[in-house]
């Protein structure tokens, strides 16, 4: 019932910044959590950024003060705004929808980010 759609990825040199946007649509509950996770080659899959309903958040350590989660409940959309990439940062991003109650995940295909050396 719900479908993410994301957006922005592609290749950047190292040092660089790259916007990805994530599009929710669908049966949405308004209260939700949403987020990116990332699998780099040979990886596990792997919690970048979240941001509550209300606008609290939260980062992995790699990416904290590089990176930038907001949202826009109006819209329905997510964005995460990286700066500084490094050649590391190089993995498939997938933004992520939670519903507390019932608990209950939905996921987008992926963006693929590149980052050069």
């Known amino acids: 019932q719900v479908q993410l759609v994301e957006s922005g990825g592609g290749l950047v040199q190292a040092g660089g910044s790259l916007r990805l946007s994530c599009a929710a649509s669908?049966?949405?509950?308004?209260?939700?959590?949403m987020g990116w996770y990332r699998r780099a080659p040979g990886k596990q899959r792997e919690l970048v950024a979240a941001?509550?309903?209300?606008?609290?958040?939260n980062y992995a350590d790699s990416v904290k003060g590089r990176f930038t989660i907001s949202r826009d409940n109006a819209k329905n959309t997510v964005d995460l705004r990286m700066n500084s990439l490094k050649p590391e940062d190089t993995a498939v991003y997938y933004c992520?929808?939670?519903?507390?109650?019932?608990?209950?995940?939905?996921w987008g295909k992926g963006t693929l980010v590149t980052v050069s050396s």
């Open positions: 992520n929808l939670h519903v507390q109650f019932p608990q209950m995940d939905y």
């Open positions: 941001i509550s309903f209300g606008g609290i958040t």
């Open positions: 669908g049966m949405i509950f308004s209260t939700n959590a």
